[in-house]
C-alpha cells in the first residue's frame, strides 16, 4: 500500500466533504498528480479508493469517502461504486453522500501510518 499516497488522498476527501461537495476521478487524479503520485482516473478505484475503504472507511464505520468521488459525465459514481459492477443505486448514493459531509473527518485517518 503506497501510504503517502493514502494519505494525501485522504487530505483531499477531506477538504471536498468540509466544503460539502464532490470531486471527479479525473481531477483527483489531477490533483494527486500534482503532488507526485502516478495515478490515472481509470485506477483511481484500485489505487486509491479501495484501500481507503479497506483500511479506515470500513472497519472504523465511517462514511464510504469514496461517495464523493464522482463522473464528470453524470456527477455520480461509476458503475461499480459498492464493488459489485451493478448499477449506481442513487438514493443510497446520495445519503452516503449527505453522510459524508455531515461527518467529522479527522485529519489523520486511523489505519494508515
Known amino acids: 500500500m503506497a501510504t503517502r ?8 476527501l477531506g477538504e471536498v466533504a468540509r ?3 464532490k470531486i471527479t476521478y479525473s481531477k483527483l487524479a489531477e490533483r494527486l ?19 481507503l475503504f ?4 470500513n472497519p472504523n464505520d465511517y462514511p464510504v469517502i469514496s461517495a464523493l468521488v464522482v463522473r ?16 449506481v443505486d442513487l438514493k443510497e448514493w446520495k445519503d452516503e453522500l449527505e453522510w459524508c459531509w455531515a461527518f467529522n473527518w479527522p485529519k489523520v485517518p486511523p489505519g494508515i501510518s
Open 5 to 12: 499516497l493514502l494519505l494525501d488522498a485522504w487530505d483531499i
Open 19 to 21: 466544503s460539502t461537495g
Open 33 to 51: 498528480t500534482k503532488l507526485g503520485h502516478r495515478v490515472i482516473a481509470r485506477n483511481m478505484g484500485q489505487r486509491v479508493l479501495d484501500p
Open 54 to 57: 479497506d483500511t479506515v472507511t
Open 72 to 87: 464528470k459525465d453524470r456527477g455520480y459514481p461509476g458503475d461499480g461504486w459498492w464493488g459489485s459492477g451493478e448499477p
